[in-house]
């Protein structure tokens, strides 16, 4: 398995690009691929696709893009050049944004995303992300710290803590909610 290619783009077409690695061509399907600049050089993390009838390799600019376009290939209905069509459009926080508020309405907007897809993904993925604001607030760092001190694992105390997060809450309110949370969990 290719776990990322640095080289330089030697051509790009409408949903691929090809990587010049060491003079050996890697055709690889990005999300924007008519955005890349021929000639330049370029890292992509990739994920290989293995098909009955087909393998591929799929790329991707960041970690955070990887690691939720894994995470939209597990649920029934998505595939790969559908996750990665949703890329073309949105960026991986506007989707985990959307999800997390349950706009579907957003998450229809995607390529080849309709009202079932949509609300499967909110169904299997809401409260799974942490929100960049949650990992920022003082309040949800200290709390969490302060669960797994106490001795929960880091996974238990994250799911309550998704549960029961909300923007500008109390301290003293988060711990008491989330406390309660992760001892039924």
Avoid: C
Avoid at 18 to 25: L, T, Y
Avoid at 35 to 50: A, F, M, N, P, R
Wanted: no cysteine; hydrophobic share 40%.
């Amino acid at each position: 398995m290719i776990s990322f290619l640095k080289g330089r783009i030697d051509s790009a077409s409408k949903e691929a690009v090809v990587i010049d690695v060491n003079n050996i061509g890697y055709k690889v399907y990005v999300a924007r691929a008519s955005s890349y600049e021929i000639g330049s050089e370029i890292k992509l993390l990739t994920y290989d696709v293995q098909k009955q009838d087909e393998s591929y390799l799929v790329g991707f600019p960041t970690v955070e893009e990887k690691n939720l376009f894994l995470t939209l290939i597990k649920i029934q209905g998505i595939g790969a050049k559908t996750a990665l069509a949703m890329f073309s459009v949105g960026s991986p926080q506007e989707i985990i944004s959307a999800i997390n508020r349950e706009d579907i309405k957003y998450l229809k907007t995607l390529p080849l995303v309709g009202y079932k897809t949509a609300r499967q993904i909110i169904l299997e993925l809401k409260g799974y992300f942490v929100s960049s604001e949650m990992e920022e607030d003082d309040a949800f760092a200290d709390v969490r710290n302060a669960l797994i001190t106490l001795g929960f694992k880091a996974s238990t105390v994250d799911t309550a803590l998704r549960k029961v997060y909300k923007e500008g809450i109390d301290k003293e309110e988060l711990l008491k909610l989330a406390l309660k949370e992760a001892r039924n969990l």
